[in-house]
């Protein structure tokens, strides 16, 4: 079983930084740990990716350059750095686990077995 608590969330401006947590539990080498969120009316959307063992990243095109995810597999934490951020960035944002993924799937919210709680992030203009 797969737990996540999320923290980090809040009130930025526009051209702010801001950096999310996420503690993990039941993590294995091959589990992929995503950052994913969901703006009022919209879809889930893929924001960065990261495989707990190796380390290997992915991110979603709107933050590319300016998200960073990031894990420190002794503290069973995942991180997301995220720098000039934009109103558009206003979303609830969720860490999520995939403890069998492949890296062809690692976009898609529906691969993903576990969810945190979510924490709202909100970028004033």
């Known amino acids: 079983q797969v737990q996540l608590v999320e923290s980090g969330g809040g009130l930025v401006q526009a051209g702010g930084s801001l950096g999310l947590s996420c503690v993990a539990s039941g993590l294995t080498f091959n589990t992929f740990m995503g950052w994913f969120r969901r703006a009022p009316g919209k879809d889930r959307e893929f924001v960065a990716a990261?495989?707990?063992?190796?380390?290997?990243?992915y991110y979603g095109e709107s933050v590319k350059g300016r998200f960073t995810v990031s894990r420190d597999r002794a503290k069973n934490t995942l991180y997301l750095q995220m720098n000039s951020l934009k109103a558009d960035d206003t979303a609830i944002y969720y860490c999520a686990a995939d403890r069998n993924g492949i890296v062809s799937t690692v976009r898609d919210p529906n691969q993903y077995d576990f969810w945190g709680q979510g924490t709202q992030v909100t970028v004033s203009e």
């Open positions: 990261i495989r707990w063992g190796p380390g290997h990243t």
